[in-house]
């Protein structure tokens, strides 16, 4: 991939890992680590600078709760599959007389489905406490929504702030440079009255 396009896209969206970025470009880890440190990328200083971080770790947020939510949910929906299969095991097992090859069959498929459950009930043992926190609290996820809807409109603002009255430092200030600090206090007056 052309070196310009990583580029352009770490400074797009400083905010996305390395490992998104390779993901998301169809490329190697190495291949954007060599651009960042050849063309001596500061993510940190791009990622202070970037207006929607903050957007970027609401959306962030709410992915990892549904999908933690979702995960956990398939789990049980496959462990109870398996507690079904493993009922079928039993009484095949206890009421159909098999030949050998065959019982050796059923034992390993068995034996299979038995690690599968095992594995499943194991990671739902894990993501429990953060799935209980989630479901006491489901109203998060719409929180997390409201925040990142109201991270829009200070994004719009912040991107359409055209003006700014300075309070003390007018010298700083082309628009105000020859007029004393009296002159500027009265014209400020004057245009609140007027609209006041």
């Known amino acids: 991939m052309e070196k310009h396009k990583i580029i352009n896209f770490i400074r797009d969206h400083p905010h996305r890992e390395i490992q998104e970025t390779a993901t998301h470009l169809g490329v190697s880890l190495v291949e954007v680590a060599e651009v960042i440190e050849g063309e001596e990328i500061d993510l940190n200083t791009l990622r202070r600078k970037d207006k929607q971080i903050g957007m970027y770790f609401a959306k962030q947020l709410h992915s990892l709760f549904s999908k933690i939510a979702a995960y956990y949910e398939d789990n049980q929906t496959d462990i109870e599959l398996c507690n079904d299969k493993k009922n079928d095991f039993n009484h095949a097992i206890e009421l159909v007389d098999y030949e050998n090859e065959r019982k050796i069959d059923i034992f390993n498929n068995m034996k299979d489905m038995l690690n599968k459950r095992r594995s499943l009930k194991n990671q739902n043992k894990i993501l429990k406490p953060l799935y209980k926190v989630i479901k006491e609290n489901e109203d ?44 500027v206090l009265k014209q400020r007056l004057e245009g609140n009255n007027a609209t006041g």
């Open 140 to 183: 998060i996820l719409a929180d997390i929504q409201r925040a990142y809807n109201k991270q829009e409109g200070v994004l719009d603002y912040v991107d359409n702030r055209a003006e700014y009255n300075p309070r003390v430092k007018y010298e700083l200030f082309p628009e105000y440079e020859g007029k004393c600090q009296k002159e």
